[in-house]
């Protein structure tokens, strides 16, 4: 999942403007933009949406992640579909070596 957010530098590290939906511990990469970098970002891409060269894209923010309750059973799910191991079929789809 990629999320844009606001954050501000104090006394050597980032503190976010507003609660991170992460779990203890996670790991992310962090892409530093200056506020000033990015209000011209948005002003470009708000210029090439007007002029018809791109479309801002669809965003489905309204539902929360799933659990991890609710990812074990999908994950469940799925396996129970397919038939052939996903490593079988890498090796049947490569051929004779």
């Keep these: 999942m990629s999320q844009v957010i606001t954050a501000v530098y104090e006394h050597g590290a980032l503190h976010p403007v507003a609660p991170l939906n992460l779990p203890e511990h996670q790991r992310v990469q962090i892409q530093i933009v200056r506020e000033e970098s990015?209000?011209?970002i948005e002003q470009t891409l708000e210029w090439l949406t007007s002029i018809g060269?791109?479309?801002?894209p669809?965003?489905?923010?309204?539902k929360p992640p799933c659990s991890d309750?609710?990812?074990a059973e999908l994950a469940?799910?799925?396996?129970?579909a397919v038939s052939t191991p996903l490593s079988q079929t890498i090796l049947d789809d490569r051929g004779e070596l």
Aim: glycine letters at 4%; aromatic letters at 0%; zero cysteines.
């Design 58 to 62: 669809q965003r489905n923010n309204d």
């Design 53 to 56: 060269r791109i479309s801002p």
């Design 69 to 71: 309750e609710e990812r």
């Design 76 to 80: 469940h799910e799925l396996g129970k």
């Design 38 to 40: 990015q209000k011209t």
